[in-house]
Nanobody
Framework: QVQLVESGGGLVQAGGSLRLSCVASGRSFTLSVMGWYRQAPGNERELVAR???????TYADSVKGRFTISRDNTKNMVYLQMNSLKVGDTAVYYCHALVGGVLNYWGQGTQVTVSS
């Protein structure tokens, strides 16, 4: 069992930066693929970035070069540094954990709003 709690969302102007944090509870953290997803109104939830326990990282094309995902297994934390934010990045951002390749866990989400 993994419980996830996000923080760090908010309102920022276009071009600005935000850092999202997710703290995980449960002994499965180090075995998990951790990721960030987002969902804008009227859109499906989409992958933003994910990182395996071995440090292999995948980014959505739309955020490459602007967002950076990282994890700290000693603190059970995963982060998403978001730079050069665009209005199109506005969404609810969710922390995600995939354990054993089959068990999916989600955080409650944190709102990111980018104004023009």
């Amino acid at each position: 069992q993994v419980q996830l709690v996000e923080s760090g969302g908010g309102l920022v102007q276009a071009g600005g930066s935000l850092r999202l944090s997710c703290v995980a509870s449960g002994r499965s953290f180090t075995l998990s693929v951790m990721g960030w997803y987002r969902q804008a109104p009227g859109n499906e939830r989409e992958l933003v970035a994910r990182i395996t326990n071995g440090g292999i990282i995948t980014y959505a094309d739309s955020v490459k070069g602007r967002f950076t995902i990282s994890r700290d297994n000693t603190k059970n934390m995963v982060y998403l540094q978001m730079n050069s934010l665009k209005v199109g990045d506005t969404a609810v951002y969710y922390c995600h954990a995939l354990v054993g390749g089959v068990l999916n866990y989600w955080g409650q989400g944190t709102q990111v709003t980018v104004s023009s």
